[in-house]
């Protein structure tokens, strides 16, 4: 079975900084990728997927991921975060073809002011 | 558009007594339906998921149980809760193609006293 791994468990940033999330998964064939962001007291929204094509994907508020699939990882990249990012972040791999996502153990993201 | 709604948001149960929760998914048919728990810092683990009426598979043994009694209807159960069934539960859906996201609701907070 495929598995996840969110290697930052807890980021604190200041705003203005940059971020990136690592994630790295366990699975050797095609791939459907996310990452979803749970914003205190709210439900979790889908940030951005990636399915094929541009391996560069662009998500809402600024983020982006990129899909390198020698390195088996889909990291989460912004170049500045603000004091509303403030949040917690999960990566999560579909196997092609498969319905069920794998969710990473989650990151949790403090910017301060 | 599809929405999804889940409750209650929050329930307070003691030990051995039993459980419903239910989840409802609207603006869509057939969808896939899945119920997670959330764990502070150990993500989200799939309890269950369903691809149809009637059909449930469980991921992980425990004390709780799913049915899916109508097509856009999926509820967790127990006969007994235990102290540690405590947790958040997360319901899903997904459109019945396997290459979509996740859509979750916003989750109930069950504390077993």
């Known amino acids: 079975a495929q598995s996840v791994s969110q290697h930052n468990h807890h980021v604190i940033l200041s705003e203005a900084a940059s971020l990136e999330l690592g994630c790295n998964y366990s699975?050797?064939?095609?791939?459907?990728l996310f990452w979803y962001v749970q914003y205190p007291g709210q439900h979790l929204q889908l940030l951005l997927k990636?399915?094929?094509?541009?391996?560069l994907v662009k998500g809402i508020k600024g983020f982006e991921a990129e899909f390198i699939k020698s390195k088996f990882s889909f990291n989460l990249r912004k170049p500045s975060v603000q004091w509303s990012d403030t949040a917690e972040y999960f990566c999560?791999?579909?196997?092609?073809?498969?319905?069920?996502?794998?969710f990473g153990r989650g990151t949790s993201l403090i910017v301060h002011p | 558009s599809q929405t999804i709604h889940q409750w209650p948001a929050t329930l307070v149960q003691p030990v051995g007594s039993p459980l419903s929760l239910e989840c409802t998914v609207e603006?869509?048919?057939?969808?896939?339906l899945y119920w997670y728990r959330q764990a502070a810092g150990r993500g989200l683990q799939l309890l269950f998921y369903?691809?149809?009426?009637?059909?449930i598979s469980s991921e992980v043994p425990q004390n709780l149980s799913a049915s899916r009694p109508q097509d856009r209807q999926f509820i967790l159960s127990s006969k007994k809760l235990l102290l540690s069934d405590s947790g958040f539960y997360l319901c899903?859906?997904?459109?019945?193609?396997?290459?979509?996201?996740?859509?979750f609701g916003q989750g109930t907070r069950l504390t077993v006293v």
């Open positions: 603006g869509t048919s057939n969808p896939n």
């Open positions: 699975y050797g064939g095609t791939v459907n």
């Open positions: 990636y399915f094929s094509g541009d391996p």
């Open positions: 899903a859906w997904s459109v019945s193609t396997s290459g979509t996201e996740a859509f």
């Open positions: 999560a791999v579909k196997p092609g073809g498969s319905y069920i996502p794998t």
């Open positions: 369903s691809v149809g009426i009637g059909q």
